[in-house]
């Protein structure tokens, strides 16, 4: 009775329209209320505790990194290599959109932040060059995703507080998983340019300009240098990376690029501090949930009754893919984290699925889900960016779409895609 009215009453407030942290917070409260178990007053406690980490430090530092990056003129850098790489190819554009948008998002560790930062830049350049603006649309918006899959990542951040697992070893397993999803999105959108003759030749640069290219953006390619290179070579922690990183944006977007301002810096504060916030509250109250499902043995009693009926691991975890599908439609990620990571990880675990493994699993079907209607939140920045309305967008973004399920079955089965990287450097 206790979980029906948890899932039940979260499940009407979010019908009702009701913002996902006070549902989050209202269902907890109400199941509490009735099963007696704990006091009310552990609500208000679990809010402040649950977010007095040390690696969830990590989340307002790379929220604020992200917004000095963009706005400090590094995406702008990023895209002018992408053309000198790519520029000269048919379906070169195509390239250089996820290409740009994989390197972004290895700043960034936002979706939504990345389809708004080179989308901005990109769609009027690819609708020049014969893109239609649906299509440029939809690919950016698919590749923007690979912004919490590849690291540094806020999802990651808060999965592996929310699983007890390094959070240097997901990032490290991150790395792989989305370079194959931006090959399978480059292989697609580069067949599409090249059938339907789309995507005009850049004129091919001189050794001279490519080199002042390159040079010029010299300080935006070190910073995943930077800062995935100290994490991993074991110079400072994840959290004291995103700290740096936030020194770095600074340091060259007021004194080397010069594009930042007092003005656009109070912005950007602002911005970062309301983004900080609005997570925090979503994270306070989404691990209140879980703790409520942990104290009532929900997570448990489900394991056992899901063993009881499918015991085939292969099996198993398609189910478990075509659930995070499902419910990534319509919650928000870091919410769908804390709440799905103490339900299905003790699944997963029974099966042999190493939580690392598992992690980026979940992470992937997830950043799938910013693409997928309802709540498809690259859908609506790029719909905003691009100023087409959002069903053009939904549509061009299918097989993009399909694209990335593949991806995902590879990843799923093939445990090695993941935690090679991270077996290789250990061993």
Known sequence: MTALILFGLFGLLLMASVPIAIALGLASTAALLFSGKVSSSYVAQGLVTSIDSFPLMAVPFFILAGNLMSHGGLSERLLAVGKILFGRFNGGMAVIAVVTCMFFGAISGSGPATVAAVGAILLP???????????????????????????????????????????????????????????????????????????????????????????????????????????????????????????????????????????????????????????????????????????????????????????????????????????????????????????????????????????????????????TPPVGVNLFVASRVASLSLEKIMRSAVPFLIVMLAALLLITYVPAISLGLGNLINS
Request: net charge neutral.
């Open 125 to 371: 350049a690819m609708t020049r060059n014969g893109y239609r603006p649906a299509f440029s649309s939809g690919l950016i918006a698919s590749a923007g995703s690979l912004g919490i899959v590849i690291p540094p990542s806020i999802p990651m951040v808060i999965y592996a507080s929310s699983a007890n697992v390094s959070v240097t070893g997901l990032f490290l397993a991150g790395i792989i998983p989305g370079l194959i999803i931006g090959l399978f999105l480059i292989g697609y959108a580069w067949l599409v340019s090249r059938r339907e003759g789309i995507g005009l030749k850049e004129p091919s640069p001189s050794i001279k300009q490519a080199l002042a290219t390159v040079w010029d953006a010299k300080w935006a390619l070190l910073v995943p240098v930077i800062i995935l290179g100290g994490i991993y070579g074991g110079v400072f922690t994840p959290t004291e990376a995103a700290a740096v990183a936030v020194f770095y944006g600074l340091i060259v977007g007021l004194f080397l690029y010069r594009e930042l301002n007092l003005k656009s810096l109070y912005q950007i504060l602002a911005d970062s501090a309301l983004v900080t916030a609005t997570i925090m509250i979503i994270v306070g109250a989404a691990t209140i949930f879980g703790r409520v499902l942990t104290i009532e043995r929900i997570p448990v009693q489900l394991t056992e009754w899901v063993m009881e009926f499918i015991s085939d691991p292969l099996m198993l975890l398609l189910l478990i893919n075509i659930l995070l599908l499902i419910i990534g439609t319509f919650m928000e990620t870091l919410a769908a984290v804390i709440i799905l990571t103490p339900i299905l990880l003790p699944i997963a675990n029974n099966i042999g699925v190493d939580p690392i493994h598992f992690g980026i699993i979940m992470i992937v079907n997830l950043a799938i889900g910013m693409i």
